[in-house]
């Protein structure tokens, strides 16, 4: 019949998947950047913006993380806050995890892909650069005291997670210690069309090579690589006004961070970036109405006082 024209499901989008969610996040430079600026790294997997949007975000972002989990810190660091010492963020953003905290360390190391963080005005005693834990990390063996990763659900493929946990128990010292705090990337309390988009888009993210559920799995991840004294805990965070203010945060962080993830959805459901950010809407109005709510993970380990460096 010459062209066919395919059907329509009830939000009015195209059911036709002839890519089916075929697009590679290592290829996204490819896609149209839906008025944003991304990273053009090709190595790398990370499928948010590095804008001054994103930059907003992540302020946001981590007051919610801040707020759940009841402080900065879920590692038992106090004595290293007492006596002082190194610490390193990695995928520090803008660095207001590191500025917060880094009155309490004598020596305080952020990193990142991009220089979104503080160039000119920060504390002295605190240092930024761009660097990729998947490489080589530009710090020798057994050299921090804490070593802080967050919020990499997004920036990892599942094969790199064992690579970058392993870096980090290389630059730590025996006796230090890891954190890793992620989101399990599961609307729980979703219902109706904007569960079977979101189940679309969980599709979409784990074709181009990402887990949305490996923080549950971290902990795990740590052992392997030879930390011990691991802990793990979970907490639960609202999405929506429906639980105070914490929720209301937590949407609109959730809901900017998709949004600005666009270039990786809209090829694949063949949505404008318009009738993308519809949608994203409306399913966070949907899960305000659902009670809905996201589980956080925080991991951490201590490096074995008597291991040697790698």
């Known amino acids: 019949m010459g062209t066919q024209q395919s059907k329509k499901n009830s939000n009015g989008r195209s059911s036709d998947r002839s890519s089916k ?15 944003r600026t991304y990273h053009d790294i090709k190595s790398s997997v990370y499928i948010l913006p590095s804008d ?4 907003d975000r992540l302020i946001l972002h981590h007051y919610c993380i801040k707020l759940g989990f009841n402080g900065n810190l879920i590692a038992p660091v106090e004595d290293i806050l007492n006596e002082g010492g190194r610490v390193l963020d990695i995928g520090c953003g803008p660095g207001i ?3 917060e905290i880094a009155h309490d360390f004598e020596v305080f190391h952020g990193i990142d892909l991009v220089p979104m963080f503080p160039q000119q005005i920060k504390p002295p005693n605190v240092e930024f650069a761009i660097s990729n834990v998947l490489e080589r990390l530009p710090f020798p063996d057994n050299y921090f005291d804490f070593v802080q990763m967050r919020s990499f659900v997004v920036a990892l493929r599942t094969y790199e997670w064992p690579v970058a946990i392993q870096e980090i128990f290389r630059v730590v010292k025996p006796g230090g210690w890891a954190q890793l705090i992620d989101i399990d990337q599961k609307f729980f309390r979703l219902d109706g ?8 888009m969980t599709v979409i993210i784990t074709q181009a090579g ?3 559920f490996i923080a549950k799995h971290l902990g795990k991840h740590l052992k ?10 979970r907490i639960s965070i609202p999405i929506g006004p429906w639980k105070g203010q914490l929720g209301q945060m937590m949407s609109d962080d959730m809901c900017e961070g998709f949004i600005g993830a666009s270039r990786l959805y809209c090829p694949a459901m063949n949505l404008t ?4 950010e519809v949608l994203i809407r409306k399913m966070f109005h949907d899960a305000n109405k659902c009670e809905s709510y996201y589980n956080w993970y925080g991991h951490h380990g201590r490096k074995p006082i008597d291991q040697d460096s790698m």
């Open 21 to 35: 969610a075929s697009v590679d996040a290592s290829n996204q430079n490819k896609c149209p950047n839906f008025g």
């Open 52 to 55: 001054d949007r994103e930059i």
């Open 97 to 99: 995890w590191a500025l």
């Open 193 to 200: 069309e904007s569960k079977a988009f979101f189940d679309e």
């Open 210 to 212: 990402l887990d949305p």
């Open 224 to 233: 392997k690589a030879g930390f011990e004294d691991v802990q793990s805990t």
């Open 273 to 276: 970036a318009e009738e993308y």
